[in-house]
């Protein structure tokens, strides 16, 4: 089915292909590249325990607000709020998700990037025979500091995501995901026994699953909170976004508990692939950070038999991932423009495309390709707003305006419009008026002292 047959806007075919769609938003980088480095950075396994606690208590909370918004404006994130509450500064919200939206798109595509050098270096043979921790390290230093290549790399990626959602998402998003993501995750499954089964696997093992409570600090707390917003795609408006295609009959409460339950299986999996691996190859503490994840996978793939049919298909997966990922980050921008600014789709996808392509630049240059923001360390800082500042307070004014101004009765009015049996209903009420809103403007407060 095209995305004109379907009306103007038009509507997710069905339940399970929001399921997926959203899904394919979720899980990407955020799982397998983000999720280990923050594991890592912030004391292992105490983190893990931190942010599984943050995806139930709040990142279910604000997925579940966001869908509500979406499905009952059944508008991008600007108008949803011009819609519910018009003529007020609410709008701005959905302004800072579009910004972030644009922002995201711009440095995850460099990363994106990398699957696509890798990819190309695995079919090469690169990490076939002998591959150790060191010279994965190397061939990493090497790639990341080469301009050129990381460049044409994140100009590809940001190329194919221009054409896919200048076609319109919602027709060619669901076939793709539907055949492609349970790969991606059967091949996790596979590598995470093959990963368990390493000699030397349980040091790993325990720096993920034993936690330290002497390494609890406000900066797990804020990186972890962080973290489920990012890889969840919450706070910017995107939820909302997709949530605009949903029909009125969909069930949002499971929809939204599969999208939240399979993203961080899918990131708690990589984590049972990557440290178990680093241990094995002697470099547990000491890889951390941007490059963890393009050091641990090429290891673990050379110890399978078969593994450079496996690494290719896994770098292959990777990148099908992280562009579902990219193409909604592009479509919360497109959808405001179409919407609001009557902007044809196609000049808005590229011209979107574009500017994420020059702001993207520094964040290209950032891993050793150029002095000056390398040193800056620029990748990084962008990642650290993108990721714990503006989708946190994009959140806490989510829950503000459906806690507060329009109210929680029209919320859960249109929850019941295909759930009428809200058994949650109390606890999403008090999570989403006190201890979301709460835990979230602690965060932010004492920001600088966590960092
Ligand atoms: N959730 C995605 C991932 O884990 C990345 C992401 C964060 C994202 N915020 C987003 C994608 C906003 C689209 C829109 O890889």
Not at 220 to 228: E, F, I, K, M, Y
Request: charged share 10%.
């Amino acid at each position: 089915m095209n995305d004109q047959d379907l009306g103007k806007r038009g509507l997710w075919g069905s339940k399970v292909a929001f399921i997926f769609a959203a899904t394919g938003s979720a899980i990407g980088l955020g799982n397998i590249w983000r999720f280990p480095a923050k594991v890592s950075e912030s004391g292992g396994a105490i983190f893990v325990l931190i942010y599984i606690i943050a995806v139930i208590l709040i990142g279910f909370t604000v997925m579940l607000a966001e869908l509500v918004i979406g499905r009952h404006s059944q508008k991008n994130p600007v108008g949803a709020f011009k819609h519910i509450k018009p003529k007020t500064s609410w709008k701005f919200v959905g302004y800072l998700g579009v910004l972030t939206g644009v922002l995201i798109l711009s440095y995850y595509s460099v990363i994106a990037g990398w699957a696509i050098g890798y990819l190309l270096k695995t079919i090469r043979g690169t990490f076939r025979g002998g591959v150790t921790g060191e010279f994965t390290q190397q061939v990493f230093k090497e790639f990341s500091s080469d301009p050129l290549q990381v460049f044409l790399c994140f100009l590809v990626v940001i190329g194919i995501t221009c054409i896919i959602v200048s076609k319109g998402i919602k027709s060619g998003i669901e076939r793709w995901t539907k055949i492609l993501m349970p790969f991606l995750f059967l091949l996790i499954v596979f590598l995470a026994v093959r990963a368990l089964t390493l000699p030397g696997a349980g040091e790993g093992i325990s720096f993920y699953l034993k936690p330290d409570f002497s390494k609890l600090s406000g900066s797990v707390v804020l990186l972890a909170l962080g973290q489920a917003f990012f890889s969840l795609s919450l706070g910017m408006g995107m939820m909302i976004t997709y949530g605009s295609y949903i029909s009125k009959s969909d069930n949002l409460v499971s929809s939204a508990g599969w999208v939240c339950f399979s993203d961080s299986l899918v990131a708690f999996m990589a984590g049972l692939i990557i440290f178990p691996t680093l241990a094995f190859a002697g470099i547990l503490g000491k890889a951390s950070g941007e490059s963890l994840a393009f050091e641990a996978f090429p290891l673990i793939i050379s110890t399978i038999a078969g593994g450079y049919f496996f690494g290719i298909f896994f770098f292959a997966l990777l990148l099908v991932a992280a562009i579902t990922s990219t193409i909604s980050a592009l479509e919360v921008a497109v959808a405001f423009l179409v919407d609001e600014r009557n902007w044809p789709r196609v000049k808005a996808a590229w011209l979107v495309g574009l500017c994420a392509l020059v702001i993207g630049i520094p964040s290209a240059l950032s891993t050793g390709g150029m002095q000056f923001f390398t040193k800056i360390r620029f990748l990084s800082k962008i990642d650290f707003v993108c990721a714990n500042i503006s989708p946190a307070v994009g959140a806490f004014f989510i829950c503000i305006f459906i806690g507060y101004v329009w109210g929680v009765k029209n919320a859960i009015k249109e929850i019941h419009s295909g759930n009428p049996r809200f058994k949650l209903q109390p606890v999403w009420i008090f999570s989403l008026k006190f201890l979301s809103p709460i835990v979230i403007i602690f965060i932010l407060y004492f920001i600088k002292t966590f960092t």
